[in-house]
């Protein structure tokens, strides 16, 4: 049984987040182990609290997983502040992880805040250096680079600036642009980029989560990175056509909608 262990926050909705996350395993055949930044009361329309756990509760879980189950790849999600961002990098030091994917989540679907804004710098200097993918979308590319990325040709330049941060490859995620989107890999050779159809539908929570954590899971299969990501973009196209509509805001994707269909590569 391949392992991944997702570091980030419990979405009480289970649209993104923790549950997202073990759902996108799940899918892929892949057990996932959590360790919990933060409990957040959300639903389709919005969050309405969130308490972060305090950094020692953090770094122990993580301790707890890897000293015992271990992991084959390792996702972070929200993280909250640079105290739980410094906690999540020593841990991951630690243990030695090398397949990491770091998915810097800052905001949520309807806007709310999930990273305190004095932590991108922790976020740049402490886990960006360690990752094996950076997976931002637009508006978090902007936040960690101090500029507007609003076309294509800025995302492929936004993307190379980010690879420069210190990450092996940088998956930049277009969704945010007018038309058809397109996301940007950049590795150390060189750049792909990933198009699909646009789905007309309000039920996209938890696509940074679910793409992020399908990534994670097929590398601990065994996937090269550029195949991963080309999977886990097929696999979220997928989950966004089939999502089911729930609740009467932006609804989560259909996680399950193939079942046990990507348990094996090949």
């Known amino acids: 049984m391949r392992k991944v262990l997702s570091i980030a926050g419990s979405d009480s ?3 993104a987040g923790i549950q997202a996350d073990l759902k996108a395993c799940a899918a892929h055949g892949v057990y996932c182990a959590t360790a919990l930044t933060a409990v957040t009361a959300q639903n389709t329309l919005g969050v309405t609290a969130v308490q972060l756990l305090p950094p ?21 999600g929200m993280l909250g502040d640079a105290a739980i961002i410094a906690a999540v990098a020593a841990a991951l030091g630690h243990f030695g992880v090398r397949q990491l994917v770091v998915d810097p989540v800052m905001v949520a679907k309807g806007g709310d805040q999930l990273l305190a804004r004095d932590a991108v710098a922790a976020l740049r200097e ?29 995302m492929r330049d936004a993307a ?24 940007v890999l950049c ?12 789905v007309d539908t309000p039920n996209t929570h938890g696509t940074g989560c679910t793409y992020a954590a399908a990534i994670a899971a097929l590398l601990a299969l065994g996937a090269p990175l550029r195949e991963a990501v080309a999977r886990a973009h097929a696999y979220l196209a997928g989950a966004i056509a089939h999502a089911v509509p729930l609740g009467g805001g932006h609804g989560p ?3 399950l909608y193939r079942g046990m269909a990507y348990s094996e590569l090949g």
């Open 253 to 255: 994707v259909n996680h």
């Open 187 to 198: 590795d150390g050779a060189g750049l792909v980029e990933l198009r699909s159809r646009r």
């Open 56 to 76: 020692p509760m953090v770094e122990a879980q993580i301790a707890a997983v890897l000293s015992d189950i271990g992991a084959d790849a390792v996702k972070t």
């Open 13 to 15: 909705g289970g649209g």
């Open 160 to 183: 190379r600036d980010l690879l420069a941060m210190g990450p092996q490859a940088v998956l930049l995620k277009g969704g945010h642009l007018e038309g058809e989107p397109v996301d």
């Open 126 to 154: 402490l886990l960006l250096p360690r990752a094996l993918l950076l997976t931002p979308n637009l508006p978090e590319a902007e936040v960690l680079l101090g500029r507007a990325v609003r076309r294509e040709q800025d």
